[in-house]
């Protein structure tokens, strides 16, 4: 049964479904609905709440959960995940499987608390030290928050590593109907965790190899792993693409106006297609190509000014021309603003 | 790894040819021990230094306390960084001064285990100064060993927040000037301003005398983690004969001569914290909590049956914040939902909801929706005159417009939608309570677009509004509303911007 729902509390209410035992963060506008939610929640289902002292904090006890085994989990918007980098890039190092949420903010330093779509070099491209690679997902619904934290969990398991939900402040604070399914979380064995216990007093949880030889062993070994899941995790949406001219793409609420600017011009005679990365990654560059093969021209639009743009570029590898167009400080281009740009654009090619 | 039989049973034999043997080595030392690559035989501590006593001393007392199996040790970055050579221990070593936050989530994780916090002076009292304040204030069943030997030993003799006044370092090259740096940092002291800490000593690795009783402190803080009485910390006086520039005597010698005056040995803190009441937390199953209804929950109310008359129909509410316009737009999602269709709610927020205006962005549609924001809605209820000046311009031509007023602001010019004023407030202050304003606004709504049923919204307040007196205003309140149209406006009784009537 449907269940009017804030984006920011599905998030929570996805990862208690997904077997998440703790969750520790720092408040912080337009996220604090998921601290707020976490605290409600986990205590009452026997998880674990903790409002850390800051983002370092909070990152760090969640590198501490994550080594005994637990599912475990933090959120916070931009100038929070700043600080969170030094963690996330050692639970990477450590192979610490955890989720983290980004809910968008405008920036940079202290920006605004409006929608922006500005994180998405310091999520995907990395952001802390060190050859690391993180999960990210772009939810664009409410439902989606809730599906693809689970998702994450299981991505963040699967290959011991951290996994982002990279939301904005639309998405997190929107209503809509959500539909949730309770069956007990199966929980992957974790023979590598700390516990406690004589069968897991060999274990040792760090990051640090000395041997530069080691190292790039290490290394290595992560850029395996990381091969592996762009092979068989990138995930994508289409909308109206098989007969498309023109390719719009987006993720996140971004890709909401846009698919009301494919409609909007499937109606005025224009055959739009929109392309939607659900995983920003890995960046689902195989079936971008595949969408794009036929189109004229690839209109790119962010909340930033051009971070995504560079990943669809490196995928279609100058193949087909792609154009940007991108607002900043928290303004959501209406469907009328980028249609207007689709027309000009289209106007410009004949 | 393999524990050392071979040497046991040598030990048989020198046993059985009548010699008594006072030292053998200890069982728990292996032949090869996989998480140390070299040095098998040697630590990688320098001569001298402190580390090896005081890794000694723990490890002696984890196994008279028979708990190296619940042992887990988080090592910290700095020279011991790679305790977890010369603990057979679960072992997590961390980020620069974060173990004590680390180990508060590995405590909570596993609540009857030991989680020991192994730190210098550099990662507890600089870089981790917030982790380690914020672990003892709430009192984490923990125990923290605070070795403190003045300066920064794994990078190379740099100054530490405890480095004395005078102590020359490679970053304080002509001593430290407190004028420039400040004072050394009592560690022990700051912590014991707090309430929660359970023990509290510092000790010093100076001579036999003050080993002996660091042996005692360090067994007593892990005694008292392991009977859940609180927050543990030793702090441990410790030589660095290399960056001191000493020998390994000297260096005992300077402790006792310069540091125990400058951080005296005490025990600071020794009593288990006063009960205290905490509020009880309700336990339910996850579906209860997370309001997920299950199939088993008895049939479902019969939704009454709608034919709405739109593909998509969108609604901008706003007014001042506290005037119900994020509610109101909330339950007409909700109702959208209850009678199957597709909805979204989206908000302004942030710090302007407080004092200055709100609105948020109502969609109904039989299609997935696209975007949730809305350009230009069909209906737009302007709870106050700022709001209809601002978002009257937006709304779509032949749209509707319901204004909180009995007439319109004289110098406004109407739009191209229809505008119908209702005194919202007035109705609802006659009814007993301002706060319905904006179900009087819901009531009107209704009646004058018909795009969700009266029956709907009256099931919706039942279970959304909680106050059971409220629940009669409002109920009485969605009736005025669409009285108001029916009577007032359909029959021209009270005169609209447009002169329309029915």
């Known amino acids: 049964m449907r269940q009017l729902c804030k984006g920011n509390v599905a998030i929570v209410k996805g990862a208690i479904l997904a077997g998440c035992k703790a969750y520790y963060g720092y408040p912080i506008t337009p996220a604090s609905e998921i601290a707020e939610a976490a605290a ?60 983290i949420v980004d809910i968008v903010r405008g920036g940079p330093g202290l920006g605004n608390i409006a929608p922006e779509q500005s994180d998405y070099f310091a999520m995907v491209k990395g952001g802390g030290h060190g050859c690391y690679r993180n999960f990210v997902l772009a939810p664009a619904s409410v439902q989606e928050m809730a599906d693809l934290t689970v998702l994450a969990f299981e991505l963040a398991d699967t290959y011991r590593n951290p996994a982002i939900i990279l939301a904005d402040g639309f998405i997190g604070q929107m209503m809509e109907p959500l539909e949730l399914d309770y069956r007990e979380a199966k929980l992957p064995e974790k023979p590598w965790a700390v516990q406690g216990t004589h069968e897991t007093r060999k274990n040792v949880i760090s990051s640090i190899f000395l041997e530069p030889d080691d190292l790039e062993a290490h290394i290595r070994k992560l850029e395996a792993k990381y091969i592996r899941a762009s092979r068989l995790e990138a995930r994508h949406e289409t909308f109206e693409t098989n007969d498309a001219e023109v390719l719009l793409v987006g993720y996140g609420i971004t890709s909401r106006v846009l698919r009301s600017a494919v409609e909007m011009a499937r109606r005025e005679g224009l055959k739009a297609g929109l392309f939607r990365p659900i995983t920003l990654w890995p960046f689902p560059k195989e079936a971008l190509r595949k969408a794009a093969s036929k189109v004229s021209k690839v209109l790119v639009v962010e909340l930033s000014n051009g971070q995504m743009v560079e990943d669809v570029r490196l995928s279609l590898e100058g193949k087909v021309p792609v154009e940007f167009y991108g607002r900043t400080g928290g303004n959501v281009p209406s469907v009328e603003e980028i249609h207007s740009q689709l027309m000009q654009r289209v106007m410009s090619l004949v | 790894m393999s524990t050392d039989t071979k040497l046991d049973a040598q030990a048989s034999e020198i046993l059985a040819a009548g010699y008594e043997v006072t030292h053998s080595k200890s069982p728990l030392f292996y032949d090869h021990y996989e998480r140390k690559a070299d040095l098998q035989q040697q630590t990688h501590y320098c001569p001298g230094c402190g580390h090896g006593i005081a890794h000694k001393l723990i490890a002696e007392a984890l196994e008279e306390l028979g708990l190296q199996d619940k042992t887990i040790f988080v090592s910290p970055v700095g020279c011991s960084v790679f305790a977890y050579y010369y603990f057979d221990t679960g072992n997590v070593q961390m980020a620069h001064g974060r173990a004590p936050a680390g180990a508060t989530a590995i405590k909570r994780a596993c609540p009857g ?16 100064t917030a982790e380690i304040i914020h672990a003892a204030n709430r009192g984490e069943n923990i125990t923290v060993f605070f070795v403190n030997n003045a300066i920064y030993g794994m990078t190379g003799g740099q100054m530490a927040p405890t480095t004395l006044v005078g102590q020359r370092s490679t970053t304080s090259p002509f001593g430290r000037r407190p004028i420039n740096e400040g004072f050394p940092m009592h560690v022990c002291e700051l912590i014991a301003s707090l309430e929660a800490p359970a023990y509290i000593e510092r000790v010093a ?40 520039g000493k020998d390994p005597v000297e260096a005992r010698k300077w402790i006792a001569e310069k540091m125990i005056p400058q951080f005296p040995l005490n025990v600071f803190r020794d009593h288990k914290h006063d009960p205290v009441v905490n509020n009880p937390v309700p336990h339910h199953t996850i579906p209860e909590t997370l309001e997920i209804q299950t199939t088993d929950q008895g049939p479902r109310p019969e939704l009454p049956k709608h034919q709405h008359h739109f593909q998509q129909f969108e609604i ?34 942030g710090p302007e909801m407080r004092s200055g205006s709100a609105h948020c962005h109502v969609c109904l549609s039989k299609n997935r929706i696209g975007t949730p924001l809305i350009s230009h809605p069909d209906v737009l209820v302007a709870m106050n005159e700022i709001s209809l000046r601002k978002f009257a311009p937006q709304v779509a031509s032949g749209g509707l417009i319901l204004y909180n007023a009995s007439r319109l602001p004289e110098d406004f010019e109407l739009p191209q939608a229809r505008v119908i004023c209702i005194p919202a407030s007035e109705i609802a202050d006659k009814l007993g309570s301002t706060k319905s304003t904006n179900i009087v606004m819901m009531g009107a709504l209704l009646e004058e677009t018909e795009c969700l049923l009266t029956a709907t919204a009256e099931g919706v307040l039942e279970t959304k509004v909680k106050k059971v007196e409220l629940k009669e205003i409002n109920r009485k309140a969605l009736a005025a509303g669409h009285d108001f149209i029916d009577h007032y406006v359909r029959v021209g009784a009270v005169t609209q911007p447009d002169g329309f009537a029915y």
């Open chain 1, 40 to 99: 409600l929640y986990f205590p009452q289902v026997g998880g674990t709440f903790l409002q850390a002292e800051s983002e370092i904090a909070a990152i760090n006890m969640v590198y501490g959960a994550a080594a005994t085994g637990q599912r475990v989990m933090s959120a916070s918007s931009g100038p929070g995940l700043s600080l969170m980098q030094e963690g996330i890039s050692y639970c990477a190092g450590s192979e610490l499987p955890c989720v």
């Open chain 2, 113 to 128: 285990k030991i989680v020991i916090s192994y730190q210098g002076d550099g990662d507890l009292a600089a870089i981790g």
């Open chain 2, 205 to 244: 690795l100076s001579d036999n005398k003050n080993i002996m009783k660091a042996r005692k402190a360090i067994r007593k803080a892990l005694e008292l983690q392991r009977d859940g009485v609180g927050f543990s910390f030793v702090e441990i006086l410790s030589p660095c004969p290399t960056i001191w």
């Open chain 2, 316 to 349: 901008k509410v706003a007014g001042f914040g506290g005037q119900g316009v994020l509610l109101l737009g909330q339950l007409l999602t909700e109702m959208g939902m209850r009678e199957g269709l597709e909805v979204s709610w989206l908000p302004s927020y």
